[in-house]
């Protein structure tokens, strides 16, 4: 862990992020949630009435102990070490950071004035001449951005695969004669590029195997589509296990499966809220779920990123005050989150979510995205990561479209909820059923996980990525990079910050043969642009260090080792290393 003051863990617990030099916020735990959990040992504490002098005796013997490195100790409802890293900007990095978008933007107006007078040619969507008058359609800033920035850098996207994306894969090579606004095709393949972009945590993203196997006997049995929704013809014998056995996995009574993640959460929380409803929703949600809480026509509220001082403090008011003019109570309650947040890498304070949510008499809603498979000691996600009863969430998101290879996702709960959603659910009733092949890449990768395959191969692979995470994320720290989130996370946010080195990272890593995924605005806040890694258990230990060391070369080549901590040197590898990694002390 980092130790600066802005990283510094408030009680022990986690570190709160400190935005572009300013002080950070105070830690986000709720306080009246220290004694929510009794069954939890906790620090002591002093007895009242004690003077001012031993706070200051606390207080010098609190910096002593912070020259000594020490391991992060349980705290509150978590009972184990709950750490993540938000490492403030320095700001020096967030000066030049904005003069870089100004200079950026001030040529930008000076290429639309061009455009204007028709002195350079404008590729992007634009009003015809004849429609002056009308109220703009393409005027916004995203367009602006748009034509005057992502351009430049757009070869860093939508690149063509041609292989797997495995922990090594295939691109095809492509070259751009203006600009980035239109690519050629060189017919060449750019092979064994490794891959730390994929969501490919599990490493089931394969084309042979057992899962690979089932899926083609079963699309030669089924076909691959269904031509059909589920309420209709296109139920078939396959979904009906998927749904038992995700009900199984997650321990819950109930699932039913969507053949569409994004879906999943945009088509579901409105048939779960609506008119006379309080959604509390964290800012960093993902997009599907804003859109989600959007359509349901309910009340939005957003609470500071993992802060449960401002989640209780919307609760409070909600039961207080009520509805706005009316003041008659919320109908319902419903508390929105992510289990791992995909830009920060951050794990969410599931235990102080749960205990907020019995105190308000709320429903908690928990997108495990990117946390089902990847998190727990059976891959169960952050229910299983924090050892909490599956029952005290009310409903259970998840996708299949990263940990189990596949596609689709799913919602999870007591019995009665899922049997009203199959009913009122837009995405049950009109969507078509998911493909027989899909569903049973699911089912294998799952009974793989749960052992039901008769191996202990998926839970090999579970184990294998949590030494890969934390081993990768301790690295990047002791090269001097800054990176968002929690240690165990496998989404791994690496700071570029400015316009310039996205765009610069992206191409330098992919001459070195490493592709990875680069991250500006509208995804992330505009200054806080950012390299997101996806570790897979299928990263072997020499794959991890190739793509270590061309980081480290990278990141010396462009500057990018903007942390203000110690570098340590890389640990020598002893030969005959048996795959679990060497970490050093803090």
Same mark, same amino acid.
């Given at each position: 862990?980092?130790?600066?003051?802005?990283?510094?863990?408030?009680?022990?617990?986690?570190?709160?992020?400190?935005?572009?030099?300013?002080?950070?916020?105070?830690?986000?735990?709720?306080?009246?949630?220290?004694?929510?959990?009794?069954?939890?040992?906790?620090?002591?504490?002093?007895?009242?009435g004690e003077g001012e002098e031993r706070e200051a005796d606390a207080e010098a013997a609190e910096e002593e102990e912070e020259e000594v490195p020490a391991a992060p100790r349980p705290c509150g409802p978590y009972g184990r070490p709950f750490a993540e890293s938000f490492e403030e900007t320095p700001m020096l990095v967030a000066?030049?950071?904005?003069?870089?978008?100004?200079?950026?933007?001030?040529?930008?107006?000076?290429?639309?004035?061009?455009?204007?007078?028709?002195?350079?040619?404008?590729?992007?969507?634009?009003?015809?001449?004849?429609?002056?008058?009308?109220?703009?359609?393409?005027?916004?800033?995203?367009?602006?951005?748009?034509?005057?920035?992502?351009?430049?850098?757009?070869?860093?996207?939508?690149?063509?695969?041609?292989?797997?994306?495995?922990?090594?894969?295939?691109?095809?090579?492509?070259?751009?004669?203006?600009?980035?606004?239109?690519?050629?095709?060189?017919?060449?393949?750019?092979?064994?590029?490794?891959?730390?972009?994929?969501?490919?945590?599990?490493?089931?993203?394969?084309?042979?195997?057992?899962?690979?196997?089932?899926?083609?006997?079963?699309?030669?049995?089924?076909?691959?589509?269904?031509?059909?929704?589920?309420?209709?013809?296109?139920?078939?014998?396959?979904?009906?296990?998927?749904?038992?056995?995700?009900?199984?996995?997650?321990?819950?009574?109930?699932?039913?499966?969507?053949?569409?993640?994004f879906a999943t959460n945009s088509m579901n929380i409105p048939a779960l809220a609506g008119k006379g409803c309080l959604i509390l929703s964290d800012e960093l949600n993902h997009a599907s779920l804003v859109l989600g809480t959007r359509l349901s026509g309910s009340t939005i509220r957003v609470f500071k990123h993992n802060n449960?001082?401002?989640?209780?403090?919307?609760?409070?008011?909600?039961?207080?005050?009520?509805?706005?003019?009316?003041?008659?109570?919320?109908?319902?309650?419903?508390?929105?989150?992510?289990?791992?947040?995909?830009?920060?890498?951050?794990?969410?304070?599931?235990?102080?979510?749960?205990?907020?949510?019995?105190?308000?008499?709320?429903?908690?809603?928990?997108?495990? $995205?990117?946390?089902?498979?990847? %998190?727990?000691?059976?891959?169960?996600? &952050? !229910?299983?990561? /924090?050892?909490?009863? =599956?029952?005290?969430?009310?409903?259970?998101?998840?996708?299949?479209?990263?940990?189990?290879?596949?596609?689709?996702?799913?919602?999870?709960?007591?019995?009665?909820?899922?049997?009203?959603?199959?009913?009122?659910?837009?995405?049950?009733?009109?969507?078509?059923?998911?493909?027989?092949?899909?569903?049973?890449?699911?089912?294998?990768?799952?009974?793989?996980?749960?052992?039901?395959?008769?191996?202990?191969?998926?839970?090999?692979?579970?184990?294998?990525?949590?030494?890969?995470?934390?081993?990768?994320?301790?690295?990047?720290?002791?090269?001097?990079?800054?990176?968002?989130?929690?240690?165990?996370?496998?989404?791994?946010?690496?700071?570029?910050?400015?316009?310039?080195?996205?765009? $610069?990272?992206?191409?330098?890593? %992919?001459?070195?043969?490493?592709?990875? &995924? !680069?991250?500006? /605005?509208?995804?992330? =806040?505009?200054?806080?642009?950012?390299?997101?890694?996806?570790?897979?258990?299928?990263?072997?230990?020499?794959?991890?260090?190739?793509?270590?060391?061309?980081?480290?070369?990278?990141?010396?080549?462009?500057?990018?080792?903007?942390?203000?901590?110690?570098?340590?040197?890389?640990?020598?590898?002893?030969?005959?290393?048996?795959?679990?990694?060497?970490?050093?002390?803090?």
């Amino acid at each position: 862990m980092t130790k600066s003051p802005a990283t510094q863990p408030a009680d022990g617990d986690v570190c709160q992020r400190a935005k572009n030099g300013l002080r950070p916020e105070r830690n986000g735990s709720a306080k009246s949630l220290r004694r929510g959990h009794e069954r939890r040992p906790e620090p002591p504490r002093r007895p009242p009435g004690e003077g001012e002098e031993r706070e200051a005796d606390a207080e010098a013997a609190e910096e002593e102990e912070e020259e000594v490195p020490a391991a992060p100790r349980p705290c509150g409802p978590y009972g184990r070490p709950f750490a993540e890293s938000f490492e403030e900007t320095p700001m020096l990095v967030a000066v030049l950071t904005y003069m870089g978008y100004g200079v950026l933007t001030v040529f930008g107006y000076l290429r639309d004035f061009l455009r204007h007078w028709k002195i350079e040619r404008c590729h992007i969507g634009r009003e015809k001449e004849e429609q002056t008058g009308f109220v703009p359609l393409y005027q916004d800033f995203e367009n602006f951005y748009t034509r005057n920035l992502y351009i430049r850098i757009r070869d860093n996207w939508n690149r063509p695969l041609c292989s797997v994306p495995g922990a090594k894969m295939d691109l095809m090579e492509r070259t751009s004669r203006d600009y980035n606004w239109t690519f050629d095709y060189t017919g060449r393949v750019v092979r064994d590029v490794i891959n730390l972009g994929s969501y490919n945590y599990l490493g089931f993203a394969e084309n042979t195997g057992p899962c690979a196997d089932s899926a083609a006997e079963v699309a030669a049995k089924y076909g691959v589509g269904v031509a059909s929704t589920r309420q209709e013809i296109g139920n078939l014998d396959r979904h009906e296990e998927m749904e038992k056995l995700v009900a199984e996995f997650l321990g819950v009574e109930s699932a039913m499966a969507f053949g569409m993640g994004f879906a999943t959460n945009s088509m579901n929380i409105p048939a779960l809220a609506g008119k006379g409803c309080l959604i509390l929703s964290d800012e960093l949600n993902h997009a599907s779920l804003v859109l989600g809480t959007r359509l349901s026509g309910s009340t939005i509220r957003v609470f500071k990123h993992n802060n449960m001082q401002s989640l209780e403090k919307l609760l409070r008011e909600a039961i207080v005050h009520g509805q706005p003019r009316t003041h008659r109570p919320w109908k319902k309650i419903l508390i929105v989150v992510e289990g791992i947040y995909s830009m920060e890498g951050s794990v969410v304070r599931l235990p102080e979510v749960i205990a907020l949510k019995k105190r308000y008499r709320a429903y908690l809603y928990l997108d495990e $995205a990117h946390s089902i498979g990847a %998190l727990g000691p059976r891959g169960r996600g &952050v !229910v299983d990561y /924090f050892g909490l009863d =599956p029952c005290d969430v009310d409903v259970m998101m998840g996708t299949f479209t990263k940990s189990f290879g596949a596609a689709g996702g799913y919602i999870a709960g007591k019995r009665e909820l899922i049997e009203y959603l199959r009913s009122h659910s837009h995405s049950a009733v009109y969507a078509t059923s998911m493909s027989p092949p899909v569903v049973e890449q699911i089912i294998t990768s799952m009974k793989c996980i749960m052992g039901e395959d008769g191996t202990k191969i998926g839970l090999e692979r579970v184990q294998q990525l949590a030494v890969n995470t934390v081993y990768f994320r301790k690295r990047l720290r002791d090269m001097g990079f800054i990176i968002y989130g929690n240690q165990d996370s496998p989404v791994v946010p690496m700071m570029l910050y400015m316009p310039a080195k996205i765009g $610069a990272f992206g191409r330098e890593m %992919l001459k070195r043969n490493i592709g990875v &995924v !680069v991250v500006g /605005f509208p995804a992330t =806040p505009i200054i806080e642009s950012r390299a997101r890694f996806c570790l897979s258990a299928a990263h072997t230990k020499d794959v991890l260090d190739k793509a270590l060391s061309v980081i480290s070369e990278v990141g010396d080549l462009l500057q990018l080792k903007y942390s203000r901590h110690k570098i340590k040197p890389a640990p020598p590898r002893p030969d005959g290393d048996d795959g679990a990694y060497e970490d050093v002390d803090d």
